[in-house]
């Protein structure tokens, strides 16, 4: 998420986001807001979009060393995303219908117009998926050639997938010895997005809930 989406807007002279463990804020920047104010599951996202409606830009600083502890267990990350996803949904609501009205063509504003369109163009998309495999199964008849392209489809994504990953690790300098099974398994990690996205739809009132912190040192 750094190396390709965040640190590649900077280098475009985009802006990246506030995303996560690790940022500074200009005390300026707050005492302009009063504070700091979220109305939002991704208060970070949120503040991210503010600024970026004001005009400001988020700088990038690709050799600072974050220290930071990610969920251990696939419930807890799944619990986790589905509460980004929800925020994502939150930060559309609230920001979507301000930036459309406001006359500004500048690629930083349009690109995080494209942004908090994401969740709702996953909903199209899927709608447009299932309507596509209805349309086959109807209307038309099945055969083998169809089934030949959709597992041709299905491979393909799983090989670019894993092929991201190990591509990431090479790029981070990373011991692939450490990580390897979270590569050959990135695309299960990737499927379950599709699910997080869908129940997000349906679950715009999710509470906020910690994630268990484990590791040894914690502070």
Not at 19 to 43: R, Y
Not at 91 to 120: S, W
Not at 183 to 196: E, H, K, N, R
């Amino acid at each position: 998420m750094n190396k390709f989406y965040h640190y590649a807007r900077y280098r475009l002279g985009l802006s990246p986001l506030v995303n996560g463990t690790g940022f500074a804020v200009s005390m300026s920047v707050l005492k302009e807001a009063n504070g700091w104010h979220s109305d939002t599951l991704t208060e970070d996202i949120e503040f991210s979009i503010e600024n970026i409606i004001k005009g400001r830009k988020i700088g990038w600083a690709s050799d600072a060393i974050v220290y930071d502890e990610q969920p251990q267990k696939f419930s807890q990350s799944f619990r986790q995303r589905l509460r980004w996803s929800v925020g994502h949904i939150q930060c559309f609501h609230k920001f979507f219908k301000e930036m459309i009205t406001k006359k500004r063509v500048d690629i930083t504003f349009i690109d995080a117009m494209i942004y908090i369109l994401g969740m709702p163009m996953f909903l199209v998309s899927v709608l447009i998926t299932l309507i596509d495999v209805l349309k086959v199964w109807l209307f038309q008849d099945f055969t083998y050639m169809n089934l030949i392209f959709g597992l041709k489809f299905t491979v393909i994504s799983i090989f670019i997938s894993i092929l991201q990953a190990l591509l990431i690790t090479l790029m981070e300098k990373k011991n692939l010895k450490k990580v390897w099974k979270g590569i050959a398994t990135y695309p299960l990690f990737l499927l379950s997005w599709f699910v997080i996205n869908a129940i997000a739809f349906f679950n715009t009132k999710l509470e906020w809930k910690p994630i268990a912190h484990v590791g040894a040192g914690h502070v």
